[in-house]
């Protein structure tokens, strides 16, 4: 299994694993919509024999009160249902937090499963004083420091880009 760049030929693949991944297709809709008016967008598969098997998105999030913080948004994040723990979700969010660090993004946030990040170094954004513009569980809104202390005393409302209004 292999983590590379998606690549535009890659984009039916991913398309159909999110569709195939959560109840409706608005998670892959909202995919589509990313990779046109978000800036920037990482995006990656996961491949096995050069078949698409799953794939993962970073996009800029907004800290209010310092819209210069380098923060990145995963989501959506989705593996084909007949491929799942078989290790593809953790190696995309590794590769993934690899690549935004490289980026230069300073930290990452998730509203996500608060059994399934922790693994990978997430905690309760509440910790920092961060906290998600919806209205959700202070468990599932979690978020990595990429730079250690680059959040020291960031507390605010983090805000997704428009358009996860559509979800």
């Known amino acids: 299994m292999i983590v590379r760049p998606e690549r535009t030929s890659d984009h039916q693949a991913v398309f159909s694993i999110h569709a195939a991944a959560f109840e409706t297709g608005a998670e892959a809709k909202l995919v589509n919509v990313l990779r046109r008016i978000a800036d920037p967008v ?3 598969v996961a491949e096995i024999d050069e ?14 009160g310092d819209p210069a913080l380098s923060l990145m948004g995963l989501a959506p994040m989705a593996v084909s ?4 723990r078989q290790g593809a979700g953790s190696l995309l969010v590794t590769e ?9 993004a300073v930290g990452v946030v998730v509203l996500g499963h ?21 209205d959700v569980p202070d468990d599932t809104f979690l978020v990595q420091e990429l730079r250690p202390g680059a959040l020291a005393g960031k507390a605010g409302l983090v805000r997704y880009h428009e358009a996860f209004a559509g979800l």
């Open 42 to 44: 990482l995006s990656l």
């Open 96 to 104: 993934g937090l690899n690549s935004c660090r490289s980026l230069g």
């Open 114 to 134: 608060p059994d399934y990040y922790p693994r990978f170094g997430f905690v309760p954004s509440s910790q920092y004083g961060i906290r998600s513009e919806y």
């Open 81 to 84: 249902p007949e491929r799942q």
């Open 51 to 64: 078949a698409v098997i799953g794939h993962i998105l970073f996009s800029p999030v907004t800290l209010d």
